[in-house]
């Protein structure tokens, strides 16, 4: 029987998993339709509280699992959708949020009740989303069913009924829309040689490297390759000493010093531009970069990250990208260009406002968050790039950092 894995089964592979590289399960229904039962019986753990109160689930709770033989998922379980307090619609509407990053939503619904308008409203909300679903008619062993929705599966959470053949479907259906790709494609080769360089300033994290860094050795690792980390200052030793380079990848902070110390012959990139191509969105942001070149007193700019993390005094996004804008453009006053700010899983409602978008390399969202952004921006006719391809751009190296993916 397919299930769910503790840390004893598939542990490494389930704590080792980015979220960002996890399938997204998301549960929506009314208030004691069952979703906090259903989350435990699903998972085996009691991770959501459960009680008759409505309401008891007042914010969306997220779990990391391995879901057999999937792989790596995140659940995420909602507040109920029919919760009318001030509050509650404000919770509900943000919960909503989570359509968007969903893989498969999980539509729980109470089998011992006729459907309500709230439900009906919410069905036609995902029909519309183009997003996989299944409803789910959980509390089946209720002496007669009542809800009239096409429910794809009944089950009862507290008795077990039917819980694994509802793993097995949420498996089969992600496995089914599941894409093997690699963050490198085939910019390089087994054995390759690839010379990563990542600054150690202030903004990098004490002990450890960033996300993005990590999952392009493993993978380099994983296909047999040999990773070389470097500082910049480093370089100029590194290329004396090692022959066959294929590859540098570099933090996009330092592109320009990266690109004045590696020999032409070399192909470079950065991390923040492979990860564009890995989510799916390399072309609409490079094509975006341009209108660098046309902003204007006054305009606004947002500078948006995937991630949530404490701002250093030289941090890439709020410091460096504004300062390397301004001097692009010539416009230095403070006053001459507006930038504002948004990180983790907050983006405007609103984007009219802006100028331009300039994205981090989004590796903590998963690929449905990244293209719904772009797919929100490019609506409302808002053109969005991203770090690495901005800051190649404005250094006049955009064409040599575009070059090792030309062929992917």
Same mark, same amino acid.
């Given at each position: 029987?397919q299930?769910?894995?503790g840390?004893s089964?598939?542990?490494?592979?389930?704590?080792?998993?980015?979220?960002?590289?996890?399938?997204?399960?998301?549960?929506f229904?009314?208030?004691?339709?069952?979703?906090?039962?259903?989350?435990?019986?699903?998972?085996?753990q009691?991770?959501?509280i459960?009680?008759?109160?409505?309401g008891?689930?007042t914010?969306?709770?997220k779990?990391?699992?391995?879901?057999?033989p999937?792989?790596?998922v995140?659940?995420?379980?909602?507040?109920?959708?029919d919760?009318?307090?001030?509050?509650?619609?404000?919770?509900?509407?943000?919960?909503l949020?989570?359509?968007?990053?969903?893989?498969?939503?999980?539509f729980? /619904? !109470?089998?011992?009740?006729? +459907?309500t308008? =709230?439900?009906? %409203?919410?069905?036609? $909300?995902?029909?519309? #989303? &183009?997003?996989?679903?299944?409803?789910?008619?959980?509390?089946?062993d209720?002496?007669?069913?009542?809800?009239?929705?096409? /429910? !794809?599966?009944?089950?009862? +959470?507290?008795? =077990?009924?039917? %819980?694994?053949?509802? $793993?097995?479907?949420? #498996? &089969?259906?992600?496995?089914?829309?599941k894409?093997?790709?690699t963050?490198?494609?085939?910019m390089?080769k087994?054995?390759?040689?690839?010379?990563?360089?990542?600054?150690?300033d202030?903004?990098?994290?004490?002990?450890?490297?960033?996300?993005p860094?990590?999952?392009?050795?493993?993978?380099?690792?994983?296909?047999?390759?040999?990773?070389?980390?470097v500082?910049?200052?480093?370089?100029k030793?590194?290329?004396?000493?090692?022959?066959?380079?294929?590859?540098?990848?570099?933090?996009?902070?330092v592109?320009?010093?990266?690109?004045?110390?590696?020999?032409?012959?070399?192909?470079?990139?950065?991390?923040?531009?492979?990860?564009a191509?890995?989510?799916?969105a390399?072309?609409?942001?490079?094509?975006?970069?341009?209108?660098l070149?046309?902003?204007?007193?006054?305009?606004?700019?947002?500078i948006?990250?995937g991630c949530t993390?404490?701002?250093?005094?030289?941090?890439?996004?709020?410091?460096k990208?504004?300062?390397?804008?301004?001097?692009?453009?010539?416009?230095?006053?403070?006053?001459?260009?507006?930038?504002?700010?948004?990180?983790?899983?907050?983006?405007?409602?609103d984007?009219s406002?802006?100028?331009?978008?300039?994205?981090?390399?989004?590796?903590?969202?998963?690929?449905?968050?990244?293209?719904?952004?772009?797919k929100?921006?490019?609506?409302?006719?808002?053109?969005?790039?991203?770090?690495?391809?901005?800051?190649?751009y404005?250094?006049?190296i955009?064409?040599?950092?575009?070059?090792p993916l030309?062929?992917?």
């Amino acid at each position: 029987m397919q299930g769910i894995s503790g840390s004893s089964m598939g542990g490494l592979n389930m704590n080792t998993t980015p979220v960002g590289e996890r399938a997204s399960i998301v549960i929506f229904g009314c208030c004691n339709a069952g979703k906090s039962s259903l989350i435990n019986a699903i998972t085996s753990q009691n991770i959501a509280i459960v009680s008759d109160i409505r309401g008891t689930t007042t914010d969306p709770v997220k779990k990391t699992m391995e879901l057999l033989p999937f792989g790596p998922v995140v659940i995420t379980d909602t507040p109920g959708l029919d919760d009318k307090s001030t509050l509650g619609t404000l919770r509900v509407e943000k919960s909503l949020d989570f359509i968007n990053q969903a893989d498969l939503i999980l539509f729980v /619904v !109470d089998a011992s009740r006729e +459907a309500t308008s =709230d439900e009906l %409203i919410f069905l036609d $909300k995902i029909k519309s #989303s &183009d997003k996989k679903y299944l409803i789910v008619g959980n509390k089946c062993d209720c002496e007669i069913i009542k809800n009239d929705l096409k /429910v !794809d599966i009944y089950v009862s +959470a507290l008795k =077990d009924i039917n %819980i694994g053949k509802l $793993k097995n479907m949420i #498996s &089969d259906i992600l496995s089914a829309g599941k894409k093997e790709k690699t963050i490198l494609g085939n910019m390089m080769k087994e054995k390759d040689i690839i010379l990563l360089v990542t600054p150690i300033d202030a903004s990098a994290p004490k002990g450890r490297l960033i996300l993005p860094q990590q999952q392009v050795i493993r993978e380099i690792l994983d296909r047999h390759g040999i990773a070389i980390e470097v500082q910049v200052n480093e370089i100029k030793d590194a290329l004396e000493r090692i022959e066959n380079i294929s590859l540098v990848i570099c933090d996009s902070q330092v592109f320009k010093e990266v690109d004045e110390a590696v020999p032409e012959d070399i192909p470079l990139t950065s991390f923040s531009i492979i990860f564009a191509n890995y989510k799916g969105a390399l072309q609409s942001l490079y094509s975006a970069a341009k209108v660098l070149d046309t902003l204007k007193r006054g305009d606004r700019i947002l500078i948006s990250e995937g991630c949530t993390h404490h701002r250093q005094c030289e941090d890439i996004g709020s410091v460096k990208i504004p300062k390397l804008v301004r001097k692009h453009t010539g416009l230095f006053d403070e006053d001459d260009l507006i930038f504002e700010f948004s990180s983790g899983g907050e983006f405007p409602k609103d984007v009219s406002m802006y100028k331009m978008i300039i994205h981090c390399g989004a590796c903590m969202l998963n690929e449905n968050q990244m293209k719904t952004r772009m797919k929100f921006a490019k609506e409302r006719e808002i053109p969005m790039t991203n770090y690495g391809i901005a800051i190649a751009y404005m250094n006049g190296i955009l064409k040599r950092a575009m070059e090792p993916l030309k062929n992917i």
